[in-house]
Nanobody, 121 residues
Framework: VQLQASGGGLVQTGGSLRLSCAAS????????MGWFRQAPGEEREFVAA????????LYADSVKGRFTISRDYAKNTVYLQMNSLKPEDTAVYYC???????????????WGTGTQVTVSS
């Protein structure tokens, strides 16, 4: 499975961005996909995930109500719509996938390239 993230950029506080993650390869076996992020000097942290079987979603408390994860199965793409962005959202965002279905916020086996999101104050 190969994952390619895109859509990052520089945005002002309160702005929006939509990240995309295009999956290729044996994507039919990926039952869970998600986004993680890593800020400079910080550990990688969970942001959001979606389960294939029932489209259940889970979000980190820090992004709940502002970010929305979705998946287009026809395009093998997962999205992260980010609204009301804050400077503390600045990080490299990584998409990921895994064959397991739960827990939604657990680590994943397949990782994509990162995309930089910078929110200016």
């Amino acid at each position: 499975v190969q994952l390619q993230a895109s859509g990052g950029g520089l945005v002002q506080t309160g702005g929006s961005l939509r990240l995309s993650c295009a999956a290729s390869g044996r994507t039919f076996s990926m039952n869970r996909m998600g986004w993680f992020r890593q800020a400079p000097g910080e550990e990688r942290e969970f942001v959001a995930a979606i389960r294939k079987s029932d489209d259940s979603t889970l979000y980190a408390d820090s992004v709940k109500g502002r970010f929305t994860i979705s998946r287009d199965y026809a395009k093998n793409t997962v999205y992260l719509q980010m609204n009301s962005l804050k400077p503390e959202d600045t990080a490299v965002y990584y998409c990921a996938a895994d064959r397991s279905s739960w827990p939604l916020n657990s680590g994943m086996h397949y990782w994509g390239t990162g995309t930089q999101v910078t929110v200016s104050s």
